[in-house]
């Protein structure tokens, strides 16, 4: 099944680690953040290039497999949701520039949920139009990371291409449940800068009362608390406390790793900061190597 791929807009390399379960051999990386490309390296031995939009896409190699999980802030719902009104939705005009000139049999592509009802569903259905002119046969859906055995509930908008316009796809949906033990520590085996303080546990013990034991109690904008036996979605730029482990703690980076898919033995070369931010904004492993797996299979 070996196949060879590109990864834009890499992050820390939840592509890469999907496709390397399934034999495929990276020959090219792009990601603008500094800190992304040091954890990419140190894991990979590939140091991405840098910013897509000065690459020229003739100097990029040829390849089976397109990889892009494309920037997100345009059509989230943390976002101002501008799309393309904003110049981050146009790096998804990168993809085509480069699907157009090197032809891979097969794109895989991911962004939030809310792009697929971002301005009425026309944003995607642009995207769809642009990708089908190209000559692909697209697919669309949006996929639960619950389903895909991590504890975390992170919809995602993926989208799949192939060059092979008789092909016909189904995205898989194995509704295997993770279990949030599996991805704790122990509250002895974490560092006490972990612990949120006295008075922000007290405030929240007091206000919210759990149904289930381990949880991820989380506090949204408005400031109400809820719990579940998994984690809401990971943001790169949320509050620190907006996660806490129990109401006691908040997630380490290991932890917020796993809950995306990352192995234990993903090295972890930056600071809580920049690898919590790395983990907000990976994409899930479990959910790619999934859909890779019968995209390959067509």
Known sequence: M?????????????????????????VFASEIDASAKLA?????????????????EKNIPDHDVLFAGFPCQPFSIIGSRLGFDDIRGTLFFEIVRILKEKRPSLFVLENVKQLSGHDKGRTLQTMKNALEEL???????????LDYGLPQKRERTIIVGFSNKDVEFVFPNPKITGKLEDVLETDENVALK???????????????????????????????????PYSCALRAGASYNYLLVNGKRRL????????????DDFKIVCNDSQTRKQAGNAVPVNVIKAVLKEALQV
């Open 252 to 263: 380490t980076p290991r932890e917020m790793l796993r809950l995306q898919g990352f192995p």
């Open 2 to 26: 070996g196949f060879t791929y590109i990864d834009l807009f890499a992050g820390i390399g939840g592509f890469h680690q999907a496709a390397k379960a399934l034999d495929g051999d990276c």
């Open 40 to 56: 990419y390296s140190a894991n990979y031995g590939i140091f991405p290039c840098g910013d897509i939009t000065e690459i020229d």
């Open 194 to 228: 972990y612990f949120a303080s006295e008075r922000i546990v007290e405030k929240r013990q007091t206000s919210h009362k759990s149904d289930y034991y381990p949880s991820i109690w989380h506090e949204n904008k408005s400031g109400n608390i809820s719990s579940y």
């Open 135 to 145: 000559g692909y046969k697209v697919f669309c859906d949006v996929l639960n990371a």
